[in-house]
Every structure is written in structure tokens, then in C-alpha cells.
């Protein structure tokens, strides 16, 4: 697909997110929950934050996408995690995974790669850094944050794809998407986003969204990627800080078109 189709592709994904309003059940972290919830309901999917051993399979079944995060993760919430996994490999509904801190600590690690080996994973999205880690490339974290490029993690994303059958998708200042063959990078996006905490988990989240109504996970990616990115520079050029960032980029979420998004997704090969 050229990246003009991949473009158009983007703004008739979030033309059907908004027309089905997708279930996107989310088994995710303290700190973002709030954030995530919101970006979602602004972009137009119905967000769930559940993660009880008792009801996270009968949630799925009403979902659309399962979006995992480990940003603060219990064994608990890990076993939750691969309940509901489980049952969605079962149903056929697609689930990506965001590693948090992955390479930071051991618990971390060694949980994102056993949710990797039990569950069928369609995108893992993280940084750099979170990448490496799971491609045993002697990769490391700072806390949660990445100390690497995402040039420095392409050979290992790539090679995490092949191994794993799955999409990376590495955000940063140039994001990238890889099945393993082909590579993609979304350019959309601002500085400002850094300033707000969770908005990498929030990339995953709308990836999640757009996962539940297209069935290709590189394009449900690269759309993603593009529809957050782009909010987040139409919002920073209306805003004075992060504060008033925060605001407009969820302002931006529901105000933008699917032309909008096809017109302004800044998409090539590499």
C-alpha cells in the first residue's frame, strides 16, 4: 500500500471508529487510566477499564480490541492479563500489548515476554528502548522512559516481528512501524506531547481503537499513530503549555475528520 492509500485508508478507519463506537476493553495502568479513557471517548470508541479475574473474560467477549499495559503492573493484573488474552485469541479479537519499562526491572521484562510467549499479540507498541529489551539486544530503560532512538531499535524491531509474527510499532520523533518486511514511519506529531504523562499509553489505546475496525494491524498502527499525532500538533499550536495542551489535544481527538486525518497524515516508506 503507497502511503497516499495508506493515508485515505487512515480517515476511512476513523470514519467506521466513530460510526461503530467500539468496545475497546483495556486492562492498564493507575496513572493513565483517566487520559486513555478520555482520548478514546473524544476520538469516538467506548473505552472499559476493567481487570478482575472474575469478569475480564466476559468483558472481552463484548470488546473489540484488548489493549494490555504493564505500566504498573501487579502479578495479579499480569494473570488478569493472560485471561483475557487467552479469551480473546479464542474469539478472534485482536490485542496489543504496550511493554512499559521493559528493561528497567526484572518483573517488567519477564512479564511483557510471558505475555508475549502465551498470548497472540497483533501490535506491541513502545519505545525504543522497551523494544531493545525484548529483542535481547542489551537494550535498558530509564524508569519508564527511553534512552535510545527509534534508529537505533530498527534492525530489532524487525527482527521481534519476524520472531514473534506480529507488528512493532516504536514511537518517537519519527515513529515506526514494522511486520518484519516492510517498514513504515508516521512523522506526525509535537515536541509538546512529551510533557504529558501516558500520552505513549494513549498511542496504544487509540491503536487499540483503530485495531477493532480494521483487521490489517499495519494499517490499524500506522492510522493510529497518525490521528494521535496529529491532534497533538493541531492542539500545541493553540496551546501555551501543558496544561492547556492537555485540553485542546482532547478537543482536537473529537474535532477532527476523517478528510482531515487523510489530508494530514504525514506517512512514508523506509
Given at each position: 500500500?503507497?502511503?497516499?492509500?495508506?493515508?485515505?485508508?487512515?480517515?476511512?478507519?476513523?470514519?467506521?471508529?466513530?460510526?461503530?463506537?467500539?468496545?475497546?476493553?483495556?486492562?492498564?495502568?493507575?496513572?493513565?487510566?483517566?487520559?486513555?479513557?478520555?482520548?478514546?471517548?473524544?476520538?469516538?470508541?467506548?473505552?472499559?477499564?476493567?481487570?478482575?479475574?472474575?469478569?475480564?473474560?466476559?468483558?472481552?467477549?463484548?470488546?473489540?480490541?484488548?489493549?494490555?499495559?504493564?505500566?504498573?503492573?501487579?502479578?495479579?493484573?499480569?494473570?488478569?492479563?493472560?485471561?483475557?488474552?487467552?479469551?480473546?485469541?479464542?474469539?478472534?479479537?485482536?490485542?496489543?500489548?504496550?511493554?512499559?519499562?521493559?528493561?528497567?526491572?526484572?518483573?517488567?521484562?519477564?512479564?511483557?515476554?510471558?505475555?508475549?510467549?502465551?498470548?497472540?499479540?497483533?501490535?506491541?507498541?513502545?519505545?525504543?528502548?522497551?523494544?531493545?529489551?525484548?529483542?535481547?539486544?542489551?537494550?535498558?530503560?530509564?524508569?519508564?522512559?527511553?534512552?535510545?532512538?527509534?534508529?537505533?531499535?530498527?534492525?530489532?524491531?524487525?527482527?521481534?516481528?519476524?520472531?514473534?509474527?506480529?507488528?512493532?510499532?516504536?514511537?518517537?520523533?519519527?515513529?515506526?512501524?514494522?511486520?518484519?518486511?516492510?517498514?513504515?514511519?508516521?512523522?506526525?506529531?509535537?515536541?509538546?506531547?512529551?510533557?504529558?504523562?501516558?500520552?505513549?499509553?494513549?498511542?496504544?489505546?487509540?491503536?487499540?481503537?483503530?485495531?477493532?475496525?480494521?483487521?490489517?494491524?499495519?494499517?490499524?498502527?500506522?492510522?493510529?499513530?497518525?490521528?494521535?499525532?496529529?491532534?497533538?500538533?493541531?492542539?500545541?499550536?493553540?496551546?501555551?503549555?501543558?496544561?492547556?495542551?492537555?485540553?485542546?489535544?482532547?478537543?482536537?481527538?473529537?474535532s477532527l475528520t476523517p478528510d482531515d486525518l487523510s489530508a494530514g497524515a504525514l506517512i512514508q516508506t523506509s
Amino acid at each position: 500500500m503507497s502511503p497516499a492509500n495508506m493515508a485515505a485508508q487512515a480517515g476511512q478507519d476513523l470514519a467506521r471508529l466513530r460510526q461503530q463506537k467500539p468496545l475497546v476493553h483495556n486492562i492498564t495502568n493507575l496513572v493513565v487510566m483517566n487520559f486513555n479513557a478520555n482520548a478514546l471517548l473524544a476520538a469516538g470508541a467506548s473505552p472499559v477499564m476493567a481487570h478482575a479475574h472474575e469478569e475480564v473474560e466476559e468483558m472481552v467477549r463484548l470488546a473489540g480490541a484488548l489493549v494490555l499495559n504493564i505500566g504498573t503492573l501487579t502479578p495479579h493484573w499480569v494473570q488478569s492479563m493472560e485471561i483475557a488474552g487467552r479469551q480473546a485469541n479464542q474469539l478472534g479479537i485482536p490485542v496489543i500489548l504496550d511493554p512499559v519499562g521493559a528493561g528497567a526491572t526484572r518483573l517488567r521484562t519477564q512479564s511483557a515476554l510471558r505475555l508475549l510467549q502465551q498470548i497472540k499479540i497483533s501490535v506491541v507498541r513502545g519505545n525504543a528502548s522497551e523494544v531493545l529489551s525484548l529483542a535481547r539486544s542489551g537494550g535498558g530503560t530509564k524508569g519508564v522512559d527511553s534512552i535510545h532512538g527509534v534508529d537505533e531499535a530498527v534492525e530489532a524491531a524487525g527482527l521481534l516481528a519476524r520472531e514473534l509474527g506480529t507488528v512493532i510499532a516504536i514511537t518517537g520523533q519519527r515513529d515506526l512501524v514494522t511486520d518484519g518486511q516492510n517498514q513504515w514511519r508516521v512523522a506526525n506529531g509535537h515536541a509538546m506531547m512529551g510533557s504529558i504523562t501516558g500520552m505513549g499509553c494513549a498511542a496504544t489505546a487509540m491503536m487499540g481503537a483503530f485495531l477493532a475496525v480494521q483487521p490489517d494491524p499495519v494499517a490499524a498502527a500506522v492510522g493510529g499513530l497518525c490521528f494521535l499525532g496529529l491532534a497533538g500538533q493541531r492542539a500545541a499550536a493553540a496551546s501555551r503549555g501543558p496544561g492547556s495542551f492537555q485540553v485542546a489535544f482532547l478537543d482536537e481527538l473529537m474535532s477532527l475528520t476523517p478528510d482531515d486525518l487523510s489530508a494530514g497524515a504525514l506517512i512514508q516508506t523506509s
